[in-house]
C-alpha cells in the first residue's frame, strides 16, 4: 500500500482478519503434527501465541529484507516493497519449527498457492 485512504484502511483490516484466521487454522494443523507454530498479529506487531512482549515486528521493520521485501521511506512514511509484487501487498508472516520440505508443510503451501 503506498497511499492512505479510508478504502485502503478498511481493506488492510479485512486483510488482518482474513490472515489471523488463516494463521490460527494453519498453526492448529501443524500444532497436530507435532511442531511449534506463532504468527506476528499484523494490528500490533506482536506474537499471536507466544508471551507478552515489547519488542514488535511491523510490516515496515527493516527485519523483513531478509524475507526478500524492500522498506522505501518516502519522507512522510516508509512503504513496504516486494520485489515481485510492488507496493500492492500485505505482510502476513508465519513461524515453525516444521521444515519447508515436510511433507505437511509442502502441502500447505500448494493448497495456498505459495511458491517460495
Not at 500492492?88 to 500448494?110: E, Y
Request: aromatic content about 12%; charged content about 20%; overall charge negative.
Amino acid at each position: 500500500m503506498s497511499t492512505w485512504s479510508i478504502e485502503v484502511e478498511n481493506e488492510r483490516n479485512q486483510l488482518i482478519e482474513k490472515f489471523n484466521k488463516l494463521a490460527q487454522e494453519i498453526s492448529t494443523y501443524l500444532n497436530s503434527k507435532q511442531y511449534w507454530v506463532d504468527f506476528i498479529d499484523p494490528s500490533n506487531g506482536k506474537p499471536y501465541y507466544g508471551p507478552s512482549t515489547s519488542d514488535a515486528l511491523f510490516e515496515t521493520d527493516e527485519r523483513f529484507r531478509n524475507f526478500g521485501i524492500n522498506i522505501v521511506d518516502l519522507g512522510c512514511c516508509r512503504v513496504i516493497q516486494h520485489l515481485q509484487h510492488g507496493t500492492h501487498v500485505f505482510v502476513g508472516c508465519i513461524f515453525t519449527s516444521a521444515s519447508k520440505m515436510d511433507p505437511h508443510v509442502q502441502n500447505l503451501l500448494k493448497e495456498f498457492d505459495v511458491s517460495n
